[in-house]
């Protein structure tokens, strides 16, 4: 069984900063992708970031400059690091890991960013 815990979440004012954490517990097999989405109210949810094991990372461009991920193997946790945030990336969200062809999810933290 493979559970996902994020924490981070919070209330912070438009242009300040954040850091999400994610922790996964259970069955992890070495080869998988982590990452964060997000899903704001009434909207889809969204990829923010993604990292491999091996360190390669992708973005979303609303992410690109402003938030970064990485992962610490051995604790098998990830992190996302959010700065200048805006009003926009209001949203819940959720740590992800994908391995051997399944999706796991996290229950989601709450990020409110206040103009």
């Known amino acids: 069984q493979v559970q996902l815990v994020e924490s981070g979440g919070g209330l912070v004012q438009a242009g300040g900063s954040l850091r999400l954490s994610c922790v996964a517990s259970?069955?992890?097999?070495?080869?998988?992708?982590m990452g964060w989405y997000r899903q704001a109210p009434g909207n889809q949810r969204e990829v923010v970031a993604t990292i491999s094991r091996g360190g390669s990372t992708e973005y979303a461009d609303s992410a690109k400059g402003r938030f970064t991920i990485s992962r610490d193997n051995a604790k098998n946790t990830v992190y996302l690091q959010m700065s200048s945030l805006k009003p926009e990336d209001t949203a819940v969200y959720y740590c992800?890991?994908?391995?051997?062809?399944?999706?796991?999810w996290g229950k989601g933290t709450l990020v409110t960013v206040s103009s």
């Open positions: 259970g069955s992890i097999f070495s080869r998988n992708v």
């Open positions: 992800y890991l994908g391995m051997i062809g399944m999706d796991y």
